[in-house]
């Protein structure tokens, strides 16, 4: 029987298991986390990785307040009995998520934190009715739960709740915080990052520092923030990111795991564009698929069993890194983002260690960011050629195509916004008065200046025509039908009652770029691009256009010299 209840959406384990919904095992990470001491585990992973639901599902094992046995039955980890015995059920639990802390200035950003361990107490207000809390505590917790409390209380508030829990159930408690570094990330984005910085310090500095009253903690979060920005002078403290050994089966799906849930759910012919569009990650030596998309992409084909792939990323999360690192005029990273749109990869320096307000500081920051946000990934050691060798360097490529549309319309979105700052005239008066030569100079120029993607393919040449001609000041088409075809673009004055049409080639050799023009307005003739515009309009002007590379031809065909 196919499986057909994914869970889609759904970051609460308990809510997931309860409802019967296909969940692919990470269980281990309970496992693998409890046999290494620390007292505090930070756990970095890119965005869409499944970290929340891998913190909630770690938040039931443990918790003394319940009875997780049934939602752990015929899981990995009930198989060990004496790790069970030892820690299931056996512990109390605070569990906090900080992914929804973001505002546009920092008041009503601090009003959502407060809001959030407002609601921490609430869930833990038991502890106001224990006959074993001190006093003094129950009418700070009662402060915080009634929004009550200053700005150092709910600094405070972790270890407050952290002692309070440790004296209601005779045990440290487990403190587990979901994405940590959110709340700066936003408030970096919205202009007030000092301000939440001291907040988030202030919350995680003095729960996870010298707190007797601590079991142990684990957070986790996108990026590896610097230690001294937060975590200064924490004990025991170890951190794993995508570049570490541990934990890289627990984030993300594995091949083998992938195939099995196409054969689950009757979709194992897709396997390979499964494999093309989500696959490629590598958390230290495994190659992981993107959970989320895998997931989309799935219950997409239970709707439509003939859809393609598609970028599922896009609508989860913002791409301005991307841009901002275009945009940076004084950074030489052409070059380097042709290479990987083609295919290759970068050598480049990554610092994992970052701080929100000095990421876009230098270009090693804004490629460690790409890196570890899961923009790009690394390659294996056997991939890189000897003479690329070299200490100190990670060497990244694009993972897969769903990241690679990210890459190429970016691109596109900068070059039409940078195109449309700059003065057209020079073009227009070109192209209306026929003057080819000048046509070809001028494209080139502009083409020069762009980021080739495609591998200089024909839709490339089709996006920078079309990003080109976008608020000319004409009426412009681009790729819509006209007589027997769709001309590549067609621009019209209607005043002047005149029309250009351009048709676009992309050859292979420089040498081939003459014929390819001729081929072009060939093109124009036999397809009648410029038929319907003989009622009307006195000039018509057809240009055929070739590109190759970087390199641009143009020649002119007057559509009312014809014989």
Same mark, same amino acid.
Request: aromatic fraction near 12%; glycine fraction near 6%; charge should be negative.
């Given at each position: 029987?196919?499986?057909?209840?994914?869970?889609?959406?759904?970051?609460?384990?308990?809510?997931?298991?309860?409802?019967?919904?296909?969940?692919?095992?990470?269980?281990?990470?309970?496992?693998?986390?409890?046999?290494?001491?620390?007292?505090?585990?930070?756990?970095?992973?890119?965005?869409?990785?499944?970290?929340?639901?891998?913190?909630?599902?770690?938040?039931?094992?443990?918790?003394?307040?319940?009875?997780?046995?049934?939602?752990?039955?015929?899981?990995?980890?009930?198989?060990?009995?004496?790790?069970?015995?030892?820690?299931?059920?056996?512990?109390?639990?605070?569990? @906090?998520?900080?992914?929804?802390?973001?505002?546009?200035?920092?008041?009503?950003?601090?009003?959502?934190?407060?809001?959030?361990?407002? /609601?921490?107490?609430?869930?833990?207000?038991?502890?106001?009715?224990?006959?074993?809390?001190?006093?003094?505590?129950?009418?700070?917790?009662?402060?915080?739960?009634?929004?009550?409390? $200053?700005?150092?209380?709910?600094?405070?508030?972790?270890?407050? @709740?952290?002692?309070?829990?440790?004296?209601?159930?005779?045990?440290?408690?487990?403190?587990?915080?979901?994405?940590?570094?959110?709340?700066?990330?936003?408030?970096?984005?919205? $202009?007030?990052?000092?301000?939440?910085?001291?907040?988030?310090?202030? @919350?995680?500095?003095?729960?996870?520092?010298?707190?007797?009253?601590?079991?142990?903690?684990?957070?986790?979060?996108?990026?590896?923030?610097?230690?001294?920005?937060?975590?200064?002078?924490?004990?025991?403290?170890?951190?794993?990111?995508?570049?570490?050994?541990?934990?890289?089966?627990?984030?993300?799906? #594995?091949?083998?795991?992938?195939?099995?849930?196409?054969?689950? #759910?009757?979709?194992?012919?897709?396997?390979?564009?499964?494999?093309?569009?989500?696959?490629?990650?590598?958390?230290?030596?495994?190659?992981?698929?993107?959970?989320?998309?895998?997931?989309? *992409?799935?219950?997409?084909?239970?709707?439509?069993?003939?859809?393609?792939?598609?970028?599922?990323?896009?609508?989860?999360?913002?791409?301005?890194?991307?841009?901002?690192?275009? /945009?940076?005029?004084?950074?030489?990273?052409?070059?380097?983002?042709?290479?990987?749109?083609? $295919?290759?990869?970068?050598?480049?320096?990554?610092?994992?260690?970052?701080?929100?307000?000095?990421?876009?500081?230098?270009?090693?920051?804004?490629?460690?960011?790409? *890196?570890?946000?899961?923009?790009?990934?690394?390659?294996?050691?056997?991939?890189?050629?000897?003479?690329?060798?070299? /200490?100190?360097?990670?060497?990244?490529?694009?993972?897969?195509?769903?990241?690679?549309?990210?890459?190429?319309?970016?691109?596109?979105?900068?070059?039409?916004?940078?195109?449309?700052?700059?003065?057209?005239?020079?073009?227009?008066?070109?192209?209306?008065?026929?003057?080819?030569?000048?046509?070809?100079?001028?494209?080139?120029?502009?083409?020069?200046?762009?980021?080739?993607?495609?591998?200089?393919?024909?839709?490339? *040449?089709?996006?920078?025509?079309?990003?080109?001609?976008?608020?000319?000041?004409?009426?412009?088409?681009?790729?819509?039908?006209?007589?027997?075809?769709?001309?590549?673009?067609?621009?019209?004055?209607?005043?002047?009652?005149?029309?250009?049409?351009?048709?676009?080639?992309?050859?292979?050799?420089?040498? $081939?770029?003459?014929?390819?023009?001729?081929?072009?307005?060939?093109?124009?003739? @036999?397809?009648?691009?410029?038929?319907?515009?003989?009622?009307?309009?006195? #000039?018509?002007?057809?240009?055929?256009?070739?590109?190759?590379?970087?390199?641009?031809?143009?020649?002119?065909?007057?559509?009312?010299?014809?014989?």
């Amino acid at each position: 029987m196919l499986i057909d209840n994914l869970p889609l959406g759904i970051e609460n384990f308990e809510e997931l298991r309860t409802a019967g919904c296909y969940y692919i095992d990470k269980t281990r990470l309970i496992e693998e986390l409890l046999q290494q001491p620390f007292k505090v585990n930070q756990i970095t992973r890119p965005r869409r990785f499944g970290k929340t639901l891998v913190m909630s599902m770690l938040a039931e094992f443990p918790d003394i307040r319940k009875d997780s046995s049934a939602i752990f039955e015929g899981l990995e980890i009930s198989g060990n009995k004496e790790l069970c015995s030892t820690w299931q059920n056996k512990w109390p639990v605070l569990f @906090l998520s900080l992914k929804d802390i973001e505002d546009l200035d920092f008041a009503d950003a601090y009003a959502q934190l407060a809001d959030t361990i407002s /609601d921490l107490c609430m869930e833990h207000s038991y502890l106001a009715a224990s006959d074993k809390v001190d006093a003094d505590d129950k009418k700070r917790f009662t402060a915080l739960k009634e929004r009550q409390a $200053g700005k150092p209380a709910v600094k405070n508030s972790l270890f407050l @709740l952290t002692r309070m829990m440790r004296k209601h159930f005779g045990k440290p408690a487990i403190l587990l915080i979901d994405e940590y570094d959110v709340p700066l990330a936003k408030a970096k984005e919205h $202009g007030h990052y000092n301000e939440m910085l001291n907040c988030i310090r202030g @919350l995680l500095g003095k729960s996870l520092k010298t707190n007797h009253f601590l079991k142990f903690a684990v957070v986790t979060g996108c990026l590896r923030i610097a230690k001294e920005s937060i975590f200064t002078s924490t004990n025991n403290f170890i951190s794993n990111s995508i570049t570490g050994d541990r934990y890289n089966r627990c984030f993300g799906f #594995t091949e083998s795991e992938v195939l099995r849930l196409l054969s689950d #759910t009757g979709f194992s012919d897709h396997a390979e564009e499964m494999k093309e569009w989500y696959d490629g990650y590598r958390f230290g030596e495994e190659e992981v698929y993107c959970p989320w998309d895998v997931l989309s *992409y799935v219950s997409d084909l239970r709707k439509n069993p003939s859809k393609r792939p598609e970028n599922y990323w896009k609508n989860t999360s913002h791409n301005d890194i991307v841009r901002s690192f275009i /945009d940076r005029t004084d950074l030489a990273v052409t070059d380097k983002f042709e290479t990987l749109l083609a $295919g290759g990869y970068v050598k480049v320096k990554i610092c994992e260690d970052l701080t929100y307000d000095l990421l876009h500081s230098s270009e090693e920051n804004l490629w460690s960011i790409l *890196y570890l946000t899961g923009y790009l990934t690394s390659i294996r050691s056997e991939q890189v050629t000897s003479e690329d060798g070299e /200490d100190g360097q990670t060497y990244l490529k694009i993972p897969n195509n769903e990241v690679k549309t990210i890459f190429s319309d970016t691109v596109v979105e900068w070059f039409r916004a940078k195109v449309t700052m700059m003065d057209r005239k020079p073009l227009m008066d070109a192209l209306w008065s026929g003057d080819a030569e000048k046509v070809t100079k001028l494209l080139s120029d502009l083409l020069f200046m762009t980021i080739s993607y495609h591998n200089y393919k024909e839709d490339f *040449y089709h996006a920078f025509l079309a990003g080109i001609f976008v608020g000319v000041g004409y009426p412009t088409e681009t790729d819509k039908e006209h007589g027997d075809g769709r001309p590549d673009v067609v621009v019209k004055d209607k005043n002047n009652r005149r029309v250009i049409i351009i048709e676009a080639k992309y050859t292979k050799s420089k040498s $081939g770029m003459d014929r390819s023009c001729k081929e072009a307005i060939s093109q124009i003739n @036999l397809q009648k691009y410029a038929e319907e515009f003989l009622d009307g309009y006195q #000039t018509l002007i057809c240009y055929g256009a070739a590109f190759y590379k970087k390199q641009c031809m143009v020649k002119k065909f007057d559509y009312t010299q014809k014989s």
